[in-house]
């Protein structure tokens, strides 16, 4: 299954504006309290995107939308999805044409992307139900603002534990014809989907997980995650770089890089001052 596009060198984290981040409790407050008005919010993703920031990483949430509407200008951003709770159940009755309705692209995207799923939603797959709760949430984004979709480590993980290759299949399909961009998957256990990917002969656009010089959330251990880094074919896209707050911004990048990350995820906690931590990273073509 080949791949559309190129997967982003640098984008700017936005998840933890409705995520609980992995950072101390004082620095996710401080954090919130900072961002709790639009207009900061909204100046940020400009400054963002000034300093190098291909996309933004983030959640298409009520939050983000008020920021987005702040400005008049576009702001690729690579959607999080499905945005559910911990203890919310995958499982969703799809209902492409209403939530089309209510999407700025109208009924027609909605069933364009749909039309992918057929199968799918008539043998009750969970790539129905994951697809549908994207849906939900994609209204919150403008067509303009839609550089593709990252499928949630909530959802990936579940379809991994599975062995459910259809899963990634439509959701490559649906995400790519959707979002009018690229698609891929997060994930907490990096070693095992690259695995996975490679024997079912699949090619995302890219994958997101986390990779940091202390091993923090690399599953199902740090080797086997630097071992997907180094091989070919899948795009790794860097977050957790500072490992929870342990490490300096530069320790993770340059570790990243080290080891074969094709980009990078600096979030929102881990950066004091956006624009000039960004540029310093520099921007897309500042890979080693």
Not at 13 to 29: F, Q, W
Not at 183 to 188: D, L, N
């Amino acid at each position: 299954m080949s791949r559309p596009g190129s997967a982003p060198r640098l984008l700017l984290g936005a998840t933890c504006v409705d995520l609980p981040p992995r950072t101390t409790r004082d620095r996710a407050l401080e954090v919130a309290g900072r961002f709790r008005e639009s207009e900061s919010l909204a100046v940020t993703l400009v400054k963002a995107l000034a300093a190098g920031a291909e996309a933004v990483y983030a959640v298409p949430s009520p939050t983000m939308r008020a920021a987005l509407a702040e400005l008049r200008r576009a702001v690729p951003v690579l959607a999080r999805l499905p945005h559910t709770p911990p203890s919310a159940d995958l499982h969703y009755e799809p209902d492409f044409a209403r939530e089309g309705e209510r999407d700025g692209a109208g009924t027609l995207g909605a069933g364009f992307g749909a039309f992918a799923l057929v199968p799918a939603m008539l043998s009750g797959e969970l790539s129905a139900s994951v697809a549908a709760r994207c849906e939900h949430g994609a209204r919150f984004l403008a067509p303009r603002d839609r550089r593709g979709l990252a499928v949630a480590a909530q959802a990936t993980d579940l379809a991994l534990a599975a062995g459910n290759a259809r899963f990634f299949e439509r959701m490559l399909a649906w995400g790519r014809a959707r979002f009018d961009g690229l698609a891929g998957f997060e994930t907490a256990h990096l070693g095992l989907l690259v695995r996975r990917l490679h024997e079912w002969g699949i090619e995302p656009d890219f994958v997101i997980a986390p990779v940091n010089p202390r091993g923090y959330a690399m599953k199902p251990d740090a080797a086997g995650a630097l071992g997907a880094l180094r091989r070919d074919g899948i795009p790794v896209l860097a977050n957790e770089l500072r490992a929870g707050g342990v490490v300096s911004l530069e320790e993770g990048v340059r570790f990243a890089r080290e080891h074969g990350a094709h980009g990078l995820i600096p979030e929102l906690v881990d950066l004091d001052d956006v624009a000039s931590e960004l540029r310093a990273l520099g921007g897309p073509a500042g890979e080693a």
